[in-house]
């Protein structure tokens, strides 16, 4: 243990404990598959939507392991960032590191929580106008996930999310979540500091 690993006030008696970790890595990751993903939606407009050769038989399971690869990275450099802020700010926040993973699977609660848990990330290390930046990829992601399925499934009766309509809302979708993970990231220090909570 290092001198920047020595906990201080507090965070020495408090636990858990975490250990600050450069987000860059993860955000990197993250946002190229992102940005590969929306190049995807953007050849499957330009390619004919459901008939799109992205979508073609022969390329099973490619498109289903692009966007389970975009979900894990998202959710690594996430909790990662949750981490740092409980490092940056030790006992601050409402909802655990751990939660800030559970959250996105607790059915009616994941409509909300992930958002609320971003903006005490960001309240570290961002600035009052980031408000607007997170709760656009909220609303875009909403209209791109549930509230898209309950509109295709109750008002249109069929499954086709491979329309325009829905590929641009996609690509859209991936621009702020870029956007977001560029302002997040760059909220946090690139470094270890001395006087916070880290061992």
Request: proline residues 9%; aromatic residues 14%.
């Amino acid at each position: 243990m290092d001198a920047y690993n020595v906990p201080v006030g507090p965070a020495a008696v408090r636990g858990p404990r975490y250990r600050f970790r450069n987000p860059a890595g993860p955000a990197v990751v993250v946002q190229s598959l992102i940005a590969t993903q929306a190049l995807t939606d953007v050849y499957v407009i330009a390619t004919g939507g459901a008939h799109s050769p992205w979508l073609a038989e022969d390329m099973v399971p490619w498109p289903a392991v692009l966007q389970v690869a975009c979900w894990i990275a998202f959710l690594f450099w996430f909790h990662r960032v949750r981490c740092n802020a409980e490092v940056l700010a030790p006992g601050s926040h409402k909802y655990s590191p751990a939660f800030a993973l559970g959250a996105w699977i607790i059915p009616l609660a994941m409509w909300w929580l992930p958002r609320r848990i971003t903006l005490d990330i960001q309240r570290l290390g961002g600035t009052p106008r980031d408000v607007w930046l997170i709760n656009a990829w909220w609303l875009v992601w909403l209209l791109d996930g549930p509230l898209s399925v309950a509109f295709h499934y109750l008002v249109l009766g069929h499954w086709d999310y491979h329309n325009p309509v829905d590929e641009s809302i996609d690509v859209l979708c991936a621009v702020l979540a870029i956007a977001l993970v560029r302002r997040v990231t760059a909220g946090q220090p690139a470094g270890p500091l001395p006087y916070f909570n880290m061992t």
